[in-house]
């Protein structure tokens, strides 16, 4: 069985933003502006994502 995944893209700074918005983006594996990661779509990964989801891009594959 293929998983389905998530292209996600930091394209806002997470500066200045709370620590647990921080923490989401980190825990996504991103780690710098305009880094692209691709995550596997389970429901602790889409959390994460609508926690932070004004700072990102995501393309779903």
Not at 18 to 42: E, S, W
């Amino acid at each position: 069985m293929a998983s389905k995944e998530i292209k996600i893209t930091l394209i806002k700074s997470p500066a200045g933003r709370i620590a647990r918005h921080r923490a989401c983006v980190r825990g996504l594996g991103l780690r710098r502006m305009h880094h692209t990661v691709t995550v596997i779509d389970t429901p602790e990964n889409r959390g994460m994502i609508n926690k932070v989801v004004d700072m990102l891009a995501i393309e779903e594959s």
